[in-house]
């Protein structure tokens, strides 16, 4: 993916971020319309409104579907601003590239899913409009670097060259701070594989609650991120869907004044001196990390020896929340705290299991 292009052509080169704005679903031409006027007053570049919406459960609502596309041509005709929606299969592709949409969006439901993307990929290429549109392609829900950049891949591969990421952020199992856990490692990652591929934070499904939007915005600004898409509601209280995280156009104005935006690229000559730091230190890590998994293998050996099982429930418990407890006075999230000793138990548990296996096989 070397010959992509701008999302977007004439904001290239301005100091703000692109952003993206609008609900999350258009419930009417009304809504449609009164968000739109709000947002166009902010100068925003694209407005957003989804029209077909991936339900979790049956018998929510679940958009408003082809109804809703003269409402956005409406937007893109009185109001001049760019539109978007999301797609999900070739139907609404079809439908979406015939209503003249600029920008497509694939949800994070959809990019998990090959076949899904495919279909998308060869109505996107037999439509002749690859070459001028803009597809954003979501994390898929699930935390796999390889299948998104197989969704992109599909797209790219259907002639598509002004291509970007969207990081929504990954499920997790079980109550978070977060709706969806960012693992902003995961599309760092992304980034460096593909330098010039864009990628655009979406701080409304990340965070799930309106009050985290303009930290996260921040956050994504401070980390190189080449725009925002964030829900905006003319009424976020009675929206359809995503209430609890959409934003009043007046709210976005104040978000988008308060951000400080940085030019993240510079490496001033102290920017050099604290990253050696960081190397000196991932280094301890790294060696200090390697000390504890020889105690842990030596206790393999002895649990080994005195017939006891691997893994003990209440002392894997008793760690998380001793080190998570202990970090959070130190000032770091605790659940920060115990993913990283989650997955250095679980790392342990492997290198123990290890001498089981060897031993076993010695004994036959
Ligand atoms: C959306 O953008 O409204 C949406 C449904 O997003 P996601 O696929 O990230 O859940
Ligand atoms: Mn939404």
């Known amino acids: 993916m070397k010959d992509l292009l701008p999302i977007i052509d004439d904001v290239t ?21 009164d968000t739109a006027r709000g947002l166009k007053e902010l100068g925003i570049d694209v407005f957003r409104a989804g ?23 409406q937007v893109h005709d009185q109001l001049g601003l760019r539109v978007s929606t999301e797609i999900a299969n070739r139907g609404h592709a079809e ?15 959809t990019s998990a899913n090959p076949f899904a993307m495919q279909e998308i990929a060869d ?10 549109l803009t597809v954003l392609v979501k994390n898929p829900v699930n935390p796999d670097l390889e299948l998104w950049i197989g969704a992109l891949q599909r797209i790219y591969n259907a002639g598509v060259r002004r291509l970007g990421g969207i990081h929504r952020g990954f499920t997790a199992y079980g109550k978070h701070a977060y709706r969806n856990q960012p693992q902003w ?26 009050e985290l939007i303009s930290p996260l915005c921040q956050q994504a600004m401070d980390m190189g991120y080449e ?42 000559e102290s920017l050099g001196m604290m990253r050696r730091e960081i190397d000196r230190l991932d280094n301890e890590l790294v060696e200090l990390l390697n000390r504890r998994m020889a105690v842990c293998r030596d ?31 130190l000032g770091m999230s605790p659940d ?26 010695e004994e036959l």
């Open 13 to 33: 080169g301005k100091k703000r971020p692109i952003i993206i704005a609008g609900p999350c679903s258009a419930e009417s031409l009304e809504q449609v319309m």
């Open 51 to 73: 029209l077909w919406k991936p339900r979790t459960r049956p018998g929510g609502f679940e958009g408003v579907g082809v109804v809703g596309l003269p409402w956005l041509k």
């Open 95 to 109: 439908a979406a590239l015939e209503y003249g949409m600029d920008i497509l969006w694939i949800g994070a439901r």
């Open 123 to 132: 109505a996107i290429a037999a439509s002749g409009r690859a070459s001028e």
């Open 185 to 210: 490692h995961i599309p760092f990652e992304l980034a460096r594989r593909y330098p010039n591929l864009p990628i655009i934070c979406d701080p409304s499904h990340i965070g799930g609650h309106r």
């Open 227 to 268: 725009g925002l898409i964030i829900e905006s509601h003319c009424c976020p209280d009675n929206a359809w869907s995503d209430a609890a995280q959409q934003v009043t156009p007046q709210m976005l104005g104040v978000i988008l004044d308060s951000l400080v935006i940085r030019d993240v690229r510079q490496s001033t």
């Open 299 to 329: 206790i393999g050996r002895y649990k080994l020896e005195h017939r006891m099982p691997v893994v003990q429930t209440g002392r894997y418990v008793d760690i998380i929340n001793s080190r998570a407890h202990a970090g959070e006075e």
């Open 336 to 361: 920060f705290i115990r993913a990283v000793f989650a997955a250095v138990h679980e790392e342990s548990v492997r290198q123990q299991i290890e001498i089981h296996r060897a031993e076993n096989q």
